[in-house]
């Protein structure tokens, strides 16, 4: 049964059954470099699959489609997909461009392209076939990015199947599935650090599990009104919001601080706190470090890694709310109220060693990471 629903899979992941819109067909506007630039387009897509850039390859798909799909679901199903298919094989056979219907959710593209592929992948008994396929394009005014299927059964069919399903182990590091919990407003108020907790580290470790870096869980301590943690960093004590200490890989969290906002009903905004310090984590798991003298690859400035992290929070949290843990409403509530307030204020410099980013940038920058995944926020993994 598994492997007939691969092999299925495999198959309908990237072809569709409705034509482009009768007579709507190659016309005298589709120009040499529309037709270049869809190759490039599709060609990228070839690569990244069989590079098993994951990452990229739900990045580059249309953001109408990433709506219907979570990035860790996806992941999941690239895997097993393109585990199958023959790496440096697939061809593009033929473009038309027109004017299409998704029949997920019946919206119409105007400038849209089916372009035909042949790939060699391999059957549910391990044998080399050559298969017919078929990918939908549509320029988003900025680009050519691609749905994952006009299905609505298979899209369906694919968000049941791998609710729940466990990443592929990456060098020595374990992997868990992101957990399906209850939304964020709807957990008891001392089980919501817990709750974020659990599905940051399943998130990243399932992003990270398709790439060379390995990830370990960071520490969390948890630090109580009145109370101060000696941290390798230095001391926590309460007012100090949240940090993430590089030195001893832990991130310490100001309970009250938090808690209050959760008091407040901005559940979702002490979450993007937890997020933001958790992007540190992931950060440094990459190689990442923060320097007033940059003078290689992975020595960057301080606002640099600070709108990072922003970035990466608005990726989790774009995942999440399609997951249901978050309300969109809870998270344009927090990008514009709470991430605008922690912009630093004018006497800080851009360069300053501790800069994060003014208001404005701050928001633009977990925007990006919530509307373009991780190419928005200058990052491939």
């Given at each position: 049964m598994?492997?007939?629903?691969?092999?299925?899979?495999?198959?309908?992941?990237?072809?569709v059954s409705?034509?482009?819109?009768?007579?709507s067909a190659?016309?005298?506007?589709?120009?040499?470099?529309?037709q270049?630039?869809?190759?490039?387009?599709v060609?990228?897509?070839?690569?990244?699959?069989?590079?098993l850039?994951?990452?990229?390859?739900?990045?580059a798909?249309?953001?109408?489609?990433?709506n219907?799909?979570?990035?860790t679901?996806?992941l999941n199903?690239f895997?097993?997909?393109?585990?199958r298919?023959?790496s440096?094989?697939?061809?593009?056979?033929?473009?038309?461009?027109?004017q299409?219907?998704?029949?997920?959710?019946?919206?119409?593209?105007?400038?849209?392209?089916?372009?035909?592929?042949?790939?060699?992948?391999l059957?549910e008994?391990?044998?080399?076939?050559?298969?017919?396929?078929r990918?939908?394009l549509?320029?988003?005014?900025?680009?050519?990015?691609w749905?994952?299927s006009?299905?609505?059964?298979f899209?369906?069919q694919?968000n049941?199947?791998?609710?729940?399903?466990?990443a592929?182990e990456?060098?020595s590091?374990?992997?868990?599935?992101?957990?399906?919990?209850?939304?964020?407003n709807?957990?008891?108020?001392?089980?919501?650090?817990?709750?974020?907790?659990n599905d940051?580290?399943?998130?990243?470790?399932?992003?990270?599990?398709y790439?060379?870096?390995?990830?370990?869980?960071?520490?969390?301590?948890?630090?109580?009104a009145?109370?101060s943690?000696?941290s390798?960093c230095?001391?926590?004590?309460?007012?100090?919001?949240?940090?993430?200490?590089p030195?001893d890989?832990?991130?310490?969290l100001d309970?009250?601080?938090?808690?209050d906002?959760?008091?407040?009903?901005?559940?979702?905004?002490a979450?993007f706190?937890?997020?933001?310090?958790?992007?540190?984590h992931?950060?440094?798991?990459?190689?990442?470090?923060?320097?007033t003298?940059?003078?290689?690859?992975?020595?960057?400035h301080?606002?640099?890694?600070?709108?990072?992290?922003?970035?990466?929070?608005g990726v989790w949290?774009?995942?999440?709310e399609?997951?249901?843990?978050?309300d969109?409403?809870d998270?344009?509530?927090?990008?514009?109220d709470?991430v605008?307030?922690?912009?630093?204020?004018?006497?800080?410099?851009?360069y300053?060693?501790?800069?994060?980013?003014n208001?404005?940038?701050?928001?633009?920058?977990?925007?990006?990471?919530?509307e373009?995944?991780?190419?928005?926020?200058?990052?491939?993994?």
């Amino acid at each position: 049964m598994v492997k007939r629903f691969l092999f299925a899979a495999m198959v309908l992941l990237l072809s569709v059954s409705v034509p482009l819109a009768s007579g709507s067909a190659q016309t005298d506007t589709v120009t040499a470099r529309d037709q270049a630039q869809v190759a490039m387009a599709v060609n990228n897509l070839f690569e990244m699959a069989g590079a098993l850039d994951y990452n990229g390859l739900y990045d580059a798909m249309h953001p109408d489609s990433q709506n219907v799909i979570s990035r860790t679901v996806a992941l999941n199903l690239f895997n097993d997909v393109y585990s199958r298919v023959v790496s440096g094989q697939s061809q593009i056979v033929g473009m038309e461009f027109g004017q299409w219907t998704w029949e997920v959710k019946g919206t119409t593209y105007p400038n849209a392209v089916v372009v035909n592929i042949v790939q060699q992948v391999l059957d549910e008994n391990n044998k080399p076939t050559w298969v017919e396929d078929r990918i939908f394009l549509a320029n988003d005014g900025a680009a050519w990015r691609w749905f994952i299927s006009d299905s609505s059964d298979f899209i369906d069919q694919v968000n049941s199947y791998y609710a729940g399903a466990s990443a592929p182990e990456s060098g020595s590091s374990t992997t868990s599935a992101v957990p399906q919990v209850t939304n964020l407003n709807d957990v008891p108020r001392d089980q919501i650090f817990q709750v974020v907790v659990n599905d940051l580290d399943a998130f990243y470790r399932d992003v990270l599990s398709y790439t060379d870096f390995i990830y370990e869980s960071p520490g969390v301590v948890v630090v109580a009104a009145g109370d101060s943690v000696m941290s390798a960093c230095g001391p926590a004590s309460t007012g100090f919001y949240g940090f993430y200490c590089p030195l001893d890989s832990t991130m310490y969290l100001d309970e009250p601080f938090l808690l209050d906002m959760v008091d407040q009903g901005n559940a979702f905004a002490a979450a993007f706190v937890i997020a933001h310090e958790w992007a540190h984590h992931v950060q440094t798991s990459i190689g990442l470090e923060r320097t007033t003298r940059p003078d290689a690859w992975n020595e960057v400035h301080s606002i640099e890694l600070e709108l990072m992290a922003d970035c990466f929070s608005g990726v989790w949290a774009r995942d999440a709310e399609l997951r249901g843990l978050v309300d969109p409403g809870d998270i344009e509530s927090a990008i514009n109220d709470l991430v605008f307030s922690l912009g630093d204020p004018k006497f800080i410099g851009e360069y300053d060693p501790q800069a994060h980013g003014n208001g404005q940038q701050r928001v633009r920058a977990t925007l990006n990471g919530y509307e373009q995944g991780f190419t928005g926020c200058n990052l491939s993994i």
